[in-house]
């Protein structure tokens, strides 16, 4: 053992001390002590030093487990020494040697930082090299407990996908500069962000490259947002800012302006190039709220106002937003509320074969009974579930009871349940068993279930492995609003769906004097060369009916048969003999308007006295 550093040996029981003697006598003493456990196990290399500023550059090049302080000095100038070799090499652990055997010394010396502590007089080369030992140990379970505590911290605070910090962080972060600025008296502008296009690139990409796109959005906001600036992801694609100490009115309008020229340039994303913009809405502290979620909520307003001016833009919130930053913040949380207090309520739409005359399935469409504002449309609370996360919950609650209620149906005990799936839904890991899991619990036979999905969910990559899964499941598939997704023809022939549902908007008006008609004809030429089912949505009129069935098309779904209905309702007249998807189709005549046949004579009684089932289709609703 030399007085340099040596070479680390490859024994794990080596250890490389540096020992900071200013006795030439105390420190050949030490080395021979440590000598001596060399048989028993234990090896030192050892690196001696008369001075702590010796030491001090020693530990600047790093490569020590230990240090040994020997202390032959004055108690203070001891404690001195050993909190400036603490400052220079935290990652070493000090083991103080000195002559003082006063206790207060030794907790001083602990307190400061030293890992343990030795009176000479007591020192056996066991005891000697035994603490050490576990000095290096100890240090070593501490360093792993501080990092692991830092590592949950961080998980706790910060969004695991971008490492931005979270919207609890950033939360706590905002009220804490709200709180300086009200005693400074300075002014706090919030800047929130949305993505326009990330639903696209995650449809048509899938989640990995919508992961990715995030990933590098986050970092060109990091480039961008100072270091006394805020920055967080609240979740799905949706970013927040907030500037302290604004005092140039400019500065925040300037910055979101850099941020969308930043956002929009092109990203590269599985060798594709691909873009994507930001809609950015600011609000300021104080003018527009002096706490964090006002401020949040009002920027979050104007940024909506933003999207609704075309997207891409930036929009400062003013005093007209305030009601309807209001009205959006209760309508989410009175969606929340609804989800769990029984103010939803679902309809059934009948599906039907009109050359069986027979119900073959029944849509699920779910209305909110707001107790202050009536009837909420689903054109209005769908899109803040999807945005909110409130999608999840209330598509399960969707599932569980529309599959509840199917398997109390006893008129049509044999009739499909359609259940919308939204892509919040689809990207749960589990959504598979969570359906399975549904089935079971309300007693619904797996075939008597049908999960639909839009034309571009069910095109996304996403789709696809859910799609199988549901199917080795034994659930039925159906692509919905067929037409609108443009997806392609051949990935149309790989998806594993039963069913495909033509949008209305092919449907309406068509006739078979309508050129439109042979784009009707090869939509379904398809499907049923491809081996699925059509259904043809919107049906409101018999020409509307008439040229499908011409073409081929026999399931049908539309006001023509029956609007959708309360599950009471739908049961009560799905149990009818004389429902109006049994009327013959050889007998126009029954299916004449109202007005039309109200000049014609009353059908008489039959040899029997028995007045005919004849029913007027005509005073059905045409339009809803």
């Not at 070479?7 to 030439?24: M, N």
Request: aromatic content about 6%; charged content about 30%; hydrophobic content about 40%.
């Amino acid at each position: 053992m030399s007085e340099q550093s040596e070479p680390r040996p490859e024994d794990a029981d080596s250890l490389t001390l540096l020992l900071v003697a200013e006795d030439p006598l105390s420190a050949r003493r030490i080395r021979e002590m440590l000598e001596r456990r060399e048989g028993e196990g234990s090896r030192f290399s050892i690196t001696s030093v008369p001075r702590v500023e010796d030491a001090l550059v020693r530990l600047q090049h790093g490569g020590f487990d230990v240090m040994l302080l020997d202390h032959s000095v004055d108690e203070a100038h001891g404690l001195d020494s050993l909190q400036r070799a603490r400052v220079a090499a935290r990652a070493v652990p000090v083991v103080v040697l000195t002559y003082q055997r006063d206790e207060d010394f030794a907790l001083e010396a602990v307190r400061t930082g030293a890992q343990d502590y030795l009176a000479k007089g007591e020192v056996t080369p066991a005891l000697l090299a035994r603490t050490l030992l576990h000095a290096v140990e100890r240090h070593r379970m501490m360093r792993e407990l501080t990092q692991a505590q830092q590592r949950q911290h961080f998980l706790a605070s910060h969004d695991a996908l971008t490492k931005l910090p979270n919207r609890y962080s950033f939360l706590a972060s905002l009220r804490g500069l709200l709180a300086e600025a009200e005693r400074r008296r300075e002014e706090v502008a919030v800047l929130f962000f949305d993505l326009d296009g990330f639903k696209r690139i995650n449809d048509s990409l899938g989640h990995a490259a919508g992961d990715e796109l995030l990933g590098d959005v986050a970092g060109r906001l990091r480039r961008l947002i100072g270091k006394r600036d805020l920055v967080a992801r609240l979740g799905g694609d949706e970013f927040v800012a907030a500037l302290p100490a604004v005092r140039d009115p400019q500065r925040p309008l300037e910055l979101a302006e850099t941020i969308r020229a930043a956002i929009e340039k092109p990203y590269y994303l599985n060798g594709l190039e691909c873009w994507v913009s930001t809609s950015i809405g600011i609000s300021r502290h104080p003018r527009d709220g002096r706490d964090a979620d006002a401020l949040i909520r009002c920027a979050d307003a104007a940024m909506y106002q933003a999207k609704g001016a075309g997207k891409n833009q930036i929009r400062e919130f003013d005093e007209q937003m305030n009601e309807s930053a209001q009205e959006r913040f209760d309508l989410v949380n009175g969606l929340r509320d609804a989800i769990h207090s029984g103010l939803l309520a679902l309809m059934f739409q009948p599906q039907v074969d009109i050359q069986r005359e027979e119900l073959v399935a029944a849509e699920t469409l779910v209305r909110w009974h707001h107790p202050t504002r009536g009837a909420i449309s689903p054109t209005e609370f769908i899109p803040v579930a999807e945005e909110t996360g409130l999608m999840v919950p209330l598509g399960e609650w969707v599932l569980r009871t529309a599959c509840a209620t199917a398997a109390s149906w006893r008129a049509v005990p044999g009739a499909r349940v359609a259940v919308n799936i939204s892509g919040r839904q689809l990207e749960q890991p589990d959504f598979s068993s969570r359906v399975q899991r549904i089935l079971e619990e309300t007693g619904l036979p797996r075939e008597r279930l049908e999960i639909e999905l839009t034309e571009s969910l069910a095109a996304s990559d996403g789709a696809l492995a859910v799609l199988e899964r549901l199917r080795e499941l034994g659930i039925r598939t159906a692509i919905d609003d067929f037409g609108t997704g443009y997806s392609s023809l051949t990935r149309l022939r790989r998806l594993p769906v039963d069913t495909l549902k033509i949008d209305r908007s092919f449907v309406h008006g068509v006739s078979l004097n309508d050129p439109d008609a042979v784009i009707l004809e090869s939509m379904i030429r398809i499907a049923s060369g491809l081996g699925l089912e059509v259904v043809a949505e919107g049906v409101e009129t018999l020409e509307e009916m008439d040229a499908l069935r011409a073409l081929g098309c026999t399931l049908m779904q539309g006001y023509l048969f029956s609007k959708p209905l309360p599950k009471i309702d739908f049961e009560a007249e799905v149990g009818r003999e004389d429902a109006e998807w049994r009327m013959p189709l050889d007998r126009p005549e029954a299916w004449l308007p109202l007005g039309e046949r109200a000049a014609e004579p009353e059908p008489g009684p039959d040899d029997e006295g028995n007045l005919p089932a004849v029913r007027n289709l005509g005073s059905r609703p045409r339009h809803g």
